[in-house]
């Protein structure tokens, strides 16, 4: 069902019963997908009966009682968070992220927690120290990462949204291997408060529905300046009202373009559904231009250089000490090395070693700092297409 007819169908019927039609199919079908890494269930039936009062009288918010999952690393109060990973299975949040309160405030209902890649290092969901994660479109397969369980559970109908955070294409790339919606923000539009960072300079929050209308209501939701984040802007956009007013002739005279790179060395099957979906805006009026995207080639070295130098930056408060489940030693370096050693897996310790390497001093004005003015070069091709282009379109993944 569309986001804005299920807005509807609570607004005129029973939103406990609706409640617990979604719980029942979780209890049916999460333990073979594995979705979900904890559920808050108790609290979520609470909150479903103060919201449905708040229906009968009209008072209700945007969220307007709707289902809502949450990625594992994104602190809820009183909840577990975990990150995907053994280092943090018993830890609690003390406090609510700045979108949890935003999405609170709206009355959406939070249902869980939700599995991920451990420390959203990975992009297949097999990584999660609490298993991997299950395709619902067909369990045979992956469901895609970091933010595995946000796409699976709004796919499996367990979740009518989902919120997860994105670096390198961990909403996007799940989003679609699961045939949902799933959106990276522009970096400040959303608040990164009380969401644990992997690399502060490139990841966001954001969104996942089964429809654009869920996209954008959950945006108006959780978009805008937040004093305890500082590189977050205004949001005096609305998204939901660019949605609702779309018509097909909007697509008259759009320039759009798609870059020649996007097509290289990706499966023919996706490569022909691109085509063809660009044939079909093209026969609707859209002007279509093939551009280059000339430094697009190096945009996977320099991903690997920023997040792992970053990376291994943020994992320094998981020590024992700070987080993390403390294993003594003989001194306190063989103490952090015990604990993360018994706690972290492979490709989380992988990426801090590298990480580290990278911006030791000898190295660190060699390769990071190079990549950083790297990215820039990327970003200014990016500019310079939609200086003269309405939309840009591609490909999420080289692979079905």
């Not at 609570?10 to 019963?17: A, N, Y």
């Not at 502060?200 to 654009?212: I, L, Q, R, V």
């Not at 408060?317 to 403390?326: A, C, E, P, V």
């Amino acid at each position: 069902m569309f986001t804005k007819d299920l807005i509807e169908n609570l607004s005129c019927g029973s939103l406990e019963e609706q409640f617990h039609k979604k719980i029942e199919t979780i209890q049916k079908k999460d333990n073979e997908i594995n979705s979900f890494i904890t559920l808050c269930l108790e609290d979520a039936e609470k909150s479903s009966k103060i919201i449905q009062k708040k229906i009968n009288d009209g008072s209700q918010g945007r969220l307007s009682g709707l289902i809502i999952s949450i990625k594992d690393n994104i602190a809820v109060s009183n909840i577990r968070m975990t990150c995907g990973s053994k280092a943090l299975e018993n830890y609690i949040a003390p406090y609510d992220a700045t979108i949890i309160n935003s999405i609170k405030k709206e009355d959406g209902i939070i249902i869980g927690k939700c599995n991920m890649d451990e420390f959203a290092c990975g992009s297949d969901g097999t990584s999660s120290y609490f298993g991997l994660t299950k395709n619902p479109r067909n369990v045979d397969y992956v469901s895609g990462g970091s933010s595995s369980g946000s796409a699976a559970s709004v796919a499996a109908d367990f979740a009518d949204l989902s919120v997860g955070s994105d670096t390198g294409g961990s909403i996007r790339c799940p989003a679609s291997f699961c045939g949902v919606y799933g959106l990276k923000p522009s970096y400040g539009l959303v608040s990164r408060y009380g969401v644990s960072d992997m690399a502060m300079s490139m990841e966001g929050p954001g969104p996942f529905a089964k429809d654009t209308y869920g996209i954008a209501l959950l945006l108006d939701v959780i978009a805008g300046k937040d004093p305890r984040d500082t590189m977050t802007v205004d949001s005096n956009n609305s998204y939901l009202s660019v949605v609702e007013n779309y018509r097909y002739e909007n697509i008259k005279n759009m320039k759009i373009a798609y870059a020649k790179e996007f097509f290289e060395g990706i499966d023919e099957k996706i490569k022909n559904i691109i085509l063809d979906k660009i044939g079909i805006l093209e026969s609707q009026g859209a002007k279509i231009e093939q551009v280059s995207l000339p430094n697009i080639k190096y945009v996977i070295p320099i991903y690997y250089l920023i997040v792992f130098s970053e990376f291994s930056s943020a994992m320094s408060k998981f020590d024992g000490f700070k987080y993390g489940n403390y294993i003594p030693g003989q001194d306190i370096v063989e103490a952090v090395s015990n604990t993360r050693e018994s706690s972290m897996g492979t490709e989380v310790k992988r990426r801090i070693l590298l990480g580290t390497f990278i911006t030791m001093e000898e190295f660190r004005g060699r390769w990071y700092t190079k990549a950083l003015k790297a990215r820039s070069a990327i970003k200014e091709d990016f500019e310079r297409i939609f200086k003269t282009h309405d939309l840009l379109i591609g490909p999420t993944m080289p692979m079905l």
